[in-house]
């Protein structure tokens, strides 16, 4: 027998390993697949990045859970734009002026940071 002390995420673990006696027929490994080509990302609905003059941001960190307005959108101050998964929570991106949406700089699913530019309007 072997003792081992193993650190798994910060967890350390004592570990005993008993040596084979050969007895057991060997275990084959079973083959790798390819790695699968990550899916293209969709085509963002901008009409080009950042083109309206006043910025809609990312209040959280999390990820883009819905586009609630399409570029060519009127939207009304406190009209949600984008809403935002954070910690399982649906964080809605308001407009903060009346405007016309812009540009859509996000896609459905893209992390986002705090602060980040999600979309403009004019």
């Known amino acids: 027998m072997k003792n081992y002390t193993i650190t798994v995420n ?11 006696t050969g007895s057991a027929a060997p275990v084959a490994a079973a083959p790798k ?39 060519g959108a009127s939207v009304k101050a406190g009209d949600a734009v984008v809403i935002i998964e954070a910690m ?4 809605p ?3 903060p002026s009346d405007g016309t949406v812009a540009s859509i700089d996000c896609a459905v699913g893209d992390p986002c940071a705090a602060g ?3 979309a403009t309007l004019n």
Not at 10 to 18: A, F, K, Q, S
Not at 88 to 91: D, F, L, Q, S, Y
């Open 88 to 91: 399982k929570m649906e964080i």
């Open 10 to 20: 910060g967890n350390v673990y004592d570990v005993t390993v008993e040596e084979g």
């Open 93 to 95: 991106v308001v407009a």
């Open 33 to 71: 697949a390819a790695p699968k080509a990550a899916p293209a990302p969709a085509p963002a609905k901008a009409a080009s990045a950042g083109a309206g003059s006043v910025r809609i941001e990312a209040g959280a960190a999390g990820k883009v859970f819905k586009i609630v307005a399409d570029v």
């Open 116 to 118: 980040q530019l999600l």
